[in-house]
């Protein structure tokens, strides 16, 4: 059975059934939509996240505590300026952290919401293999 549409004003339609929730129902729900600030935010955190390189390196994180810009370079045989380049990129977006020692600086994951992130999206492309 197909549900029927009814037109409405402007072109909008609505469901003959629409009535599943009540107008309190709906309101709470709204309330639980994010704002559209936070809906920016988090669009630009799959973006960052939608890139093949940077996933390389949040997954070499991922899987150690820390790693020089040499090490993830040698890991993922790319050069150390590209490396640079895209841990800039995940620092501005505080998905790695760093901290010098001496004239070294070692990356890790910024906190335990990355490697969430990271061991979800895994398991979940894992999931049906």
Sequence with gaps: MTEQKIPLQDGDVVCEEHHH??????????ES???????????????????PTRMQIL????????LCVCDISDLLGMSQSAISHQLRLLRTTHLVKNRREGKSIYYSLDDTHVATIIAQGLEHIRHND
């Design 59 to 66: 997954t070499a994180l991922f899987a150690q505590t820390e």
């Design 21 to 30: 929730h009540s107008a309190l129902a709906l309101d709470q729900m709204k």
């Design 33 to 51: 939509i994010p704002s559209i600030e936070e809906l920016e935010r988090i669009a630009e955190l799959f973006k960052v996240l939608g890139d």
